[in-house]
């Protein structure tokens, strides 16, 4: 262990996080880059179980995992109402946090969670511990919604038509392009207040840290911090293996949804020719209607290109219309996606555009075929087309579907059109940056460096006023 590590092996650090995919992994990424600078790591997850005896589960890796309770009772379902769920956790769960923080052995020297649990640095406030966020999501979000809570840019109020935006750092955004919470159509209310009370107390947290990396978003970046809105990328936080290094301890991260179908789908893959496989997946959250199943189908048959398609849903889902196909592809419940993207068969990426998998896709270098729908998927989409070169955007009909037409078309498009070697071009460019800002000496490398630097400088000179 070099110098660096050593000194900073009595540090402990706190991450708080909602037992959710998409906020659990990239904060244990961070964690695990913690580690290896030389900190003790807890992750601390948000579950329905009453104490930490209820999982068997106590680290992943390097990464020590508890578990407190987000105080909603044992028999809710927490995907039934988000509204009701996340006000329910921020009147209820920082009793809990306080009390696990208190009951602990170890003293923390920082705390840090993602936008989604701003509680989190209140009660970081009463144990006297400095806060860092991990802003999950890509650095045009933060921008986005930074200047929309703080009124600092006129966005319309009455519809979705006939709506762009043009703020510091980023290309002009149309309605569509926008994240839904900003728009006069968003019903998730709990999403909105939380995202409004995180940009007006931004005085509460001492690091903000992005899941992004410079060279990927250097405008937005470079103009937050101009403005004085300090934002440090140290991503992008996906699993080692994506970025060319060997660790029999990353796994894929930590997986609620997986299945024993792992050896199905690599063993299917390796059957197939180079750059040749459609990857098909659209994260853990959303539910793909029949209705849109039947299109992306359709747009598959007509094609007639391999397949990877992950459909969670599979008991419920009548299998008529995928029948004529099946020759064709692969159908699943679960993917180990990190290692799909990573296989030489596979030649874009149909996707939601959710945030980890856009990073898994750069990480691996491959096109994307966007097919957005919610939260900060449609902004996600926009930078894949008109930012990074490295895809296209489905296109809905007159009744807000997507076509098999379309589908089919966009998949030639990425796969043999006449920007496809551009897109795999900007992607494999992309793919190289990734590795290279975690690397030593690297953009994000460095970042990472100086928030530990203050992590420990911070822990020092509270000691030293005690």
């Known amino acids: 262990m070099d110098s660096f590590c050593e000194q900073n092996q009595q540090t402990n650090v706190l991450v708080v996080t909602l037992q959710a995919q998409g906020h659990i992994n990239p904060l244990l990424q961070l964690g695990k880059r913690l580690v290896s600078k030389g900190l003790h790591v807890t992750l601390a997850i948000l579950t329905n179980a009453p104490t930490n005896s209820s999982s068997a589960l106590n680290s992943i890796g390097s990464v020590h995992i508890e578990f407190f309770s987000d105080g909603v009772t044992m028999d809710y379902s927490r995907e039934v109402d988000m509204d009701y769920y996340m006000d329910s956790v921020g009147k209820f769960a920082p009793a809990n946090l306080l009390a696990f923080i208190r009951s602990h052995r ?27 966020m991990l802003w999950i999501q890509a650095c045009a979000l933060y921008q986005i919604y930074r200047r929309y809570y703080n009124q600092l840019d ?46 007006h107390s931004l005085h509460k947290v001492k690091w903000v840290l992005g899941n992004s990396f410079l060279e990927l978003e250097k405008d937005v970046i470079a103009s937050l911090n101009e403005a004085g809105c300090p934002f440090w990328p140290v991503g992008p936080l996906v699993p080692a293996t994506l970025l060319g290094k060997e660790d029999y301890n990353d796994h894929d991260g930590y997986d609620i949804y997986k299945a024993n179908s792992e050896s199905d789908c690599i063993e299917w893959l390796n059957q197939q ?26 747009g598959l048959k007509s094609i007639n290109r391999p397949f990877l398609w992950v459909i969670r849903s599979l008991e419920n889902l009548e299998f008529g219309f995928l029948e004529e196909i099946k020759e064709q592809g692969l159908v699943v419940s679960w993917s180990p996606q990190t290692k799909v993207l990573s296989h030489p068969s596979v030649g874009c990426f149909l996707s939601h555009c959710g945030w980890n998998s856009l990073l898994e896709s750069i990480a691996a270098g491959v096109p994307v075929i966007g097919c957005p729908q919610w939260t900060d998927q449609p902004t996600n989409a926009k930078l894949v087309m008109d930012v990074w070169g490295v895809g296209v955007k489905l296109k809905m009909n007159s009744e807000g579907v997507i076509s098999g037409e379309e589908v089919g078309r966009c998949v030639e498009e990425v796969m043999s059109g006449p920007r496809s070697e551009e897109f795999r071009k900007n992607a494999l460019q992309l793919k190289t940056v990734a590795r290279e800002v975690l690397a030593d000496g690297g953009s994000s490398d460095n970042n990472i460096k100086m928030f530990v630097n203050e992590v420990i400088s911070s822990c020092s000179s509270h000691s030293k006023q005690i």
Do not use: Q
């Open 106 to 132: 170890r003293k923390f020297a920082c705390i840090i969670t993602s936008p989604f649990l701003p509680w989190v640095a209140d009660v970081a406030k009463e144990v006297d511990v400095p806060n860092a």
């Open 154 to 199: 006129e966005f319309s109020s009455e519809s979705n038509t006939n709506m762009s935006v043009k703020l510091p750092g980023l290309p002009v955004f149309s309605a569509d392009e926008l994240p839904s919470f900003v728009l006069p159509s968003n019903t998730v209310h709990s999403i909105d207040g939380i995202l409004n009370t995180v940009f």
């Open 273 to 298: 020719k180079p750059a040749s496989v459609v990857y098909i997946s659209f994260g853990t959250v959303l539910s793909v209607s029949v209705k849109e199943i039947e299109s992306i189908a359709a």
